[in-house]
């Protein structure tokens, strides 16, 4: 069987070129998303940065620790605690105490993460002054160098105009290129930032330190060596990285393996299911049936081990290029390299391999067990009816699709929301329709060459019949496109639609004309607020960011973001979706929360710990809907300790001038202490980070399945070409000149991309008719959104690649002489 599987692949060089180039396409994309997962598992190893010089460290409670049943749950606290003042009057005595502060700072014309520190802490970098000295008096700082200003560097004599003042500079120091720092003296860092939650004590005694703090009574901790990397800013971001590389590398990995293998199985099972012929050839020759799957068998073993072999090569080689895109786009870190894993060579060969083997079992099965006289009938019209298996099939993936969608929507809407969710569920509906496609493709054959096939002339009755007759030529065509469309709409417009339905649920939610918010994280002043409230015909609520904890079926400690409000001034700017409750009964013994908590009726108790970790029982006021997962609670400032206000809403009271209201905004909120939006401009910003984010994320899916789809589409119809040789010298020995016969083969590759256009159209609306169900189960109603531009360049694109890969190899047979074309056989 070996040798007669190598003499075939000989002399099917064509056929199997196509199977050749699918599969290690395929191969080489779960190689290279299977190594860009593996790299992204782990981050290097990070060291301390501001703090790499210092002995000992002592950091405020800034977790949350609650024992269960099942072990301690832990959160990060929304506001961390300060180290207590007895902890810091007994530290004094070990050694030398400095207090760490950390606060943004606003330059004109300066970059926007500028942070200022007190010069005391500088020398635990260590940062060393290269110009000038330190600073000594309130209007004077040191900067790191690196960074410039009004379009220049900064030097010592220079002049910054920041939010809170003109400073002079007065000494430089050298960058150490993990932030632009500005170093004010200690006395001006305290009067800017008076909340201290951490400090350096001047001792190596770190048993001493800890015997001191008593770690875990105040939830203070101690941090030597490596652990004082914890206490740099912001430093889970390698952790956060890795969790939003590993999402985007599943999804582009578990979408790869989908598309691959899917087109692989039907590019693979249209080369065998072209060979019907030599099949009933065989059995007229005397072989079994077993024999003939034998066959079929040994040749997909030999191309299946060669392509997933190469396959791997070629993803050894895309991988570092994926990596330095991913960089280049801010999708990952700076330190984000392609590392040696075994795995992913083993995982993407074996599955190429297989998959191989399944496309040529499935196709070769039914070849088997034909009788000789039914395969030579056969190798002129494709008229088989659908195997009953293939039916059974592709119903229980339309049953399951279906089934998980209504429980879905009746026990957990919100679920259809999620991104797993919505990547996955596509591909239940394309695999289903895809293997109904053979029975699909007829009525909407007939349906796009309605009109063709009423035109005068032969062509169009002629383009339908051809269609019509190929069928399984039809589907394998059809499949790639069918992919494509349906996955570029379900997930494009699954983005849209969704942040649609967030900007309608913003829009409905409040009553505001005008949203500000501060430049930095510290804030609005209180006296900026005070302006505020002064401005004639306005309604002015402000609002902090903080977070509640509650523990949930007594195992699970849930974070739910809150915003703080004083509840008068917010009735008269938000229209928070409640479904039980009042505004008016919101104060500081009581909570406004969201249907998904578990305990949700109005009246009730609650045990909530707020956002420094204090707990305490509140009373339910109000309960709001779900939503999209947007509706947080509400508390009252007095519940939120320690958050600043970072949002003000402004409403226009009837008959107030909305230019001279913003005018007078702008004026007590100037351009370095804040924004002044109108409600749809703060509504367009809010989310543009995770906008971009996300539809670089899902680009990448979408443009390695076109790229892939592309050239498994181009190999499918070289194939189906090839196979039509003999077909297209009848039509020339009739009367077709041969522009009429490439005008008749560009045709029929339109209306089949067509019929994978519209197969993924319909897959990709029911997709999205469940996710808007879903939405109005969440009170949120909305459009859908269909993507029509982005499926208008991928139909244009496939349209492009299956007329190109129809008519070269049409027009290179036809410069033979039509006899000789047409005394071609298989």
């Not at 009067?191 to 939650?197: F, M, V």
């Not at 969710?421 to 007829?442: D, F």
């Not at 939503?627 to 939120?640: E, H, K, M």
């Not at 045709?747 to 067509?754: D, H």
Request: aromatic content about 4%.
């Amino acid at each position: 069987m070996l040798r007669i599987a190598l003499a075939t692949l000989r002399t099917r060089r064509t056929g199997f070129a196509g199977s050749f180039v699918a599969l290690a396409l395929g191969a080489g994309l779960l190689t290279v998303m299977g190594l860009a997962l593996a790299s992204s598992l782990q981050a290097p190893e990070r060291k301390p940065e501001r703090f790499a010089a210092a002995p000992v460290l002592v950091k405020g409670a800034d977790t949350l620790r609650v024992a269960t049943p099942a072990g301690d749950r832990v959160r990060k606290l929304a506001r961390p605690r300060a180290v207590p003042d007895e902890t810091k009057a007994r530290l004094r005595k070990l050694g030398r105490v400095v207090e760490d502060r950390a606060f943004g700072v606003r330059v004109h014309g300066g970059p926007q993460d500028l942070v200022g520190h007190p010069w005391s802490t500088a020398a635990f970098a260590p940062y060393r002054l290269t110009e000038g000295r330190a600073p000594r008096a309130g209007d004077e700082v040191a900067v790191s160098d690196g960074w410039s200003a009004d379009g220049g560097p900064v030097r010592p004599g220079e002049r910054l105009r920041t939010a809170r003042g003109t400073v002079r500079v007065v000494g430089v120091v050298g960058g150490l290129g993990f932030e632009d720092a500005v170093f004010y003296t200690d006395r001006r860092a305290a009067q800017l930032s008076p909340e201290s939650r951490q400090l350096v004590v001047g001792t190596d005694d770190a048993a001493a330190v800890r015997a001191v703090v008593h770690d875990g009574s105040t939830g203070a901790r101690v941090l030597t060596g490596d652990a004082r990397r914890l206490a740099d800013a912001d430093p889970d971001r390698d952790s956060e990285a890795l969790t939003a590389m590993n999402a985007m590398f599943g999804t582009a990995g578990g979408v790869s393996a989908f598309v691959s293998v899917f087109v692989v199985a039907a590019t693979f099972a249209f080369a065998v299911a072209q060979r019907r012929r030599e099949f009933g050839l065989l059995r007229m020759a005397g072989a079994t049936p077993a024999q003939v799957r034998r066959t079929v068998l040994s040749e997909a073993l030999v191309v299946g081990a060669l392509a997933s072999a190469t396959g791997c090569v070629l993803g050894a080689q895309g991988a570092p290029a994926l990596a330095a895109w991913a960089v280049d786009q801010e999708l990952a870190p700076r330190w984000f390299r392609i590392g040696d894993h075994l795995w992913p060579y083993h995982l993407a060969f074996w599955t190429g391999l297989l998959v191989a083997l399944a496309g040529a079992v499935a196709a070769s099965w039914r070849a088997g067990r034909t009788a000789p006289a039914e395969a030579l009938r056969e190798s002129t019209a494709d008229s088989r009816a659908l195997p009953w298996s293939r039916r059974l099939c592709a119903g229980a993936l339309l049953l399951a699709a279906a089934v998980t969608l209504v429980a879905s929507l009746v026990t957990d809407p919100g679920d259809l929301l999620h991104r797993k969710t919505y990547v996955t569920r596509p591909m239940l509906l394309i695999t289903g329709v895809a293997l109904l496609a053979p029975l699909l493709v007829g009525p909407l054959v007939r349906l796009v060459a309605w009109l063709p096939a009423r035109l005068p002339g032969a062509a169009g009755m002629l383009l339908r019949q051809n269609a019509l007759t190929g069928r399984s030529r039809t589907a394998a065509v059809a499949a790639p496109v069918l992919i494509t469309v349906a996955l570029t709409g379900s997930l494009l417009g699954a983005t849209a639609t969704l942040n649609d339905a967030q900007a309608t649920e913003m829009r409905t939610g409040t009553a505001a004309d005008f949203v500000l918010t501060p430049t930095g994280p510290e804030g609005f002043a209180e006296a900026t607020l005070r302006r505020l409230r002064q401005l004639p015909g306005t309604d002015v609520s402000a609002t902090s960011s903080s977070a509640v904890y509650t523990l949930e079926d007594g195992a699970a400690l849930i974070e739910s973001p809150a915003r703080a409000a004083d509840p008068a001034r917010l009735r008269a700017t938000a229209r928070p979706p409640l479904v039980a409750g009042s505004l008016s009964d919101l104060d500081d013994d009581s909570i406004v929360v969201n249907e998904e908590w578990e305990q949700h009726t109005v009246g009730r108790r609650v045990q909530v710990w707020l956002g420094d970790g204090t707990r305490k029982s509140l009373r339910i006021a109000a309960v709001m809907a779900v939503g999209t997962g947007g509706n947080g609670v509400y508390v009252t400032p007095r519940n939120a300790p320690g958050a600043p206000v970072d949002r003000v809403d402004v409403r226009l009271r009837d008959g107030a001038d909305a230019d001279a209201a913003s005018a007078a905004l702008r004026k007590a909120v100037p351009g370095p202490d804040g924004r002044v939006r109108t409600e749809e401009e703060w509504i367009r910003d809010q989310r543009p980070e995770a906008a971009r984010t996300t539809r670089a994320g899902l680009f990448l899916v979408l443009g390695i399945a076109l790229l892939y789809t592309g050239i498994a589409l181009a190999n499918i119809m070289v194939m189906s070409t090839a196979d039509r040789v003999r077909e297209l010298a009848l039509l020339r020995l009739t009367g077709a000149t041969r522009r009429q016969v490439l005008r008749t083969v560009a045709a029929e590759a339109l209306l089949v991309v067509a019929v994978g256009g519209l197969l993924g159209t319909a897959v990709a609306g029911l997709h999205l008719a469940g996710m808007w169900c879903a939405l109005g189960l969440l009170s949120v109603w909305t459009p859908i959104h269909l993507p029509w531009a982005e499926l208008g360049v991928v139909l244009a694109a496939c349209a492009a690649v299956a007329v190109l890969c129809a008519a070269v190899p049409a027009a290179l047979s036809l410069r033979r002489r039509a006899v000789e074309l047409a005394g071609v056989r298989e």
